[in-house]
T-cell receptor, first 114, second 115 residues
Framework: DVKVTQSSRYLVKRTGEKVFLECVQD?????MFWYRQDPGLGLRLIYF???????EKGDIPEGYSVSREKKERFSLILESASTNQTSMYLC?????????????FGPGTRLTVT | AQSVTQPDIHITVSEGASLELRCNYSYGATPYLFWYVQSPGQGLQLLLK??????LVQGIKGFEAEFKRSQSSFNLRKPSVHWSDAAEYFC?????????????FGTGTRLQVTL
């Protein structure tokens, strides 16, 4: 089975802190994604990566950056956390190829910024 | 741009009753459609997907969905709901951007099951 793991289930940080959310997948997938999930808004794509060191902005990239130095690991960085970044963050991965839309999700990290 | 609408934010059904969750999509080309389920405190799990062919697709846990191009819909159904089906359900449409295949999600429908 595909396994996507996220470094923390719950995280509490202070406003202005630099925050790292880590995601690791074990299926050699080319594509990795970061979403945030908020009540009533569903999942919104922050960034995705289609190869090592390659990234593209999603729908809501402001206030975030990402890093992908190894194929299996994709990090989401909040340079200076703010209270409006309190949310559930979900990581996903998928293989490449024109029909490879199925994404495999991690359990999520619930981040609270105080 | 593609979009997905799930008109029902919250649905309550009795255990054993039938279920239909609505999903409407907007996309110019042939859509690739998905239903995911998220149990409390968990990530998303794929229930079923439609790429082409038979418009009635079967998924896991006894779920099925029917693609209707004329109505731009992909509604999820289950004949008899179990208490363990209580969760949040997301419909999504897949789009290839040239670099990766992305999903656009609806806002979700939360299902409550009464005993």
């Amino acid at each position: 089975d595909v396994k996507v793991t996220q470094s923390s289930r719950y995280l509490v940080k202070r406003t202005g802190e630099k925050v790292f959310l880590e995601c690791v997948q074990d299926m050699d997938h080319e594509n990795m994604f970061w979403y945030r999930q908020d009540p009533g808004l569903g999942l919104r794509l922050i960034y995705f990566s289609y190869d090592v060191k390659m990234k593209e902005k999603g729908d809501i990239p402001e206030g975030y950056s990402v890093s992908r130095e190894k194929k299996e690991r994709f990090s989401l960085i909040l340079e200076s956390a703010s209270t409006n970044q309190t949310s559930m963050y979900l990581c996903a991965s998928s293989p490449s190829g024109g029909y490879s839309y199925e994404q495999y999700f991690g359990p999520g990290t619930r981040l609270t910024v105080t | 741009a593609q979009s997905v609408t799930q008109p029902d934010i919250h649905i309550t059904v009795s255990e054993g009753a039938s279920l239909e969750l609505r999903c409407n999509y907007s996309y110019g080309a042939t859509p690739y459609l998905f239903w995911y389920v998220q149990s409390p405190g968990q990530g998303l799990q794929l229930l079923l997907k439609y790429f082409s062919g038979d418009t009635l697709v079967q998924g896991i846990k006894g779920f099925e969905a029917e693609f209707k191009r004329s109505q731009s819909s992909f509604n999820l159904r289950k004949p008899s709901v179990h208490w363990s089906d209580a969760a949040e359900y997301f419909c999504a449409v897949g789009v290839f951007t040239g670099t990766a295949s992305k999903l656009t999600f609806g806002t979700g429908t939360r299902l409550q099951v009464t005993l």
